[in-house]
């Protein structure tokens, strides 16, 4: 094998650095050109989209109106209610079969809920509708409870269902209106 001079040697890199910086636009142009990447929606497009879904599932809420609920769930979905801890036992469902369940059976004992909303706020992919809830319950032995509770519903929308049902409620109204009906009963 020969040995390569110094100048010979410096000469072949330069050959190839210059053919190298030919080749550069040509095999940019064979690779696929990185389109921009298209842009996330804006939050007002977020929340525009966020308030029909979170209005339409808070009203079938209200009404009881597990039929039109249902669809506005994401499979994935949760609801919690961590202020009904000590009334009704822990109070969370995960998935949109649990939750349902959660809905149509232990809701059944409730003879009537209205919201008195005194404010709402829609921001994002969240919806907050704060109130009053003037609501009644069968206990199953034949009393029945009416009371009116301060509550507040946070719910979570994403990609047009609902991801997360989250309420929080003052019970003391309720277990005092408890007590004053069992005393009366006896």
Not at 20 to 40: D, R
Not at 97 to 113: D, K, P
Request: one cysteine or more; hydrophobic letters at 45%; proline letters at 6%.
């Amino acid at each position: 094998m020969k040995p390569i001079h110094a100048p010979r040697l410096r000469a072949a890199i330069a050959a190839i650095s210059a053919l190298a910086v030919f080749a550069q636009p040509a095999m940019a142009q064979e690779t696929p050109s990185t389109a921009a990447a298209p842009k996330p929606p804006s939050y007002s497009a977020i929340t525009a989209a966020t308030a029909p879904v979170a209005d339409a599932y808070f009203a079938a809420y209200i009404a009881n109106d597990w039929d039109t609920l249902e669809p506005l769930l994401a499979e994935s979905a949760t609801f919690q209610d961590p202020t009904a801890s000590h009334i009704f036992g822990g109070v969370l469902s995960d998935g949109r079969t649990a939750v349902m369940e959660r809905f149509r059976t232990g809701y059944a004992s409730l003879t009537h809920m209205e919201f008195v909303k005194t404010r709402s706020l829609i921001s994002d992919k969240s919806a907050l509708y704060e109130g009053a809830l003037h609501w009644g319950m069968d206990l199953g032995d034949g009393t029945l409870v009416d009371c009116v509770t301060p509550m507040v519903i946070v719910l979570t929308v994403v990609d047009g269902k609902v991801t997360r049902h989250l309420d929080f409620v003052d019970y003391s109204p309720f277990v005092a209106a408890v007590r004053k009906a069992r005393a009366a009963a006896g």
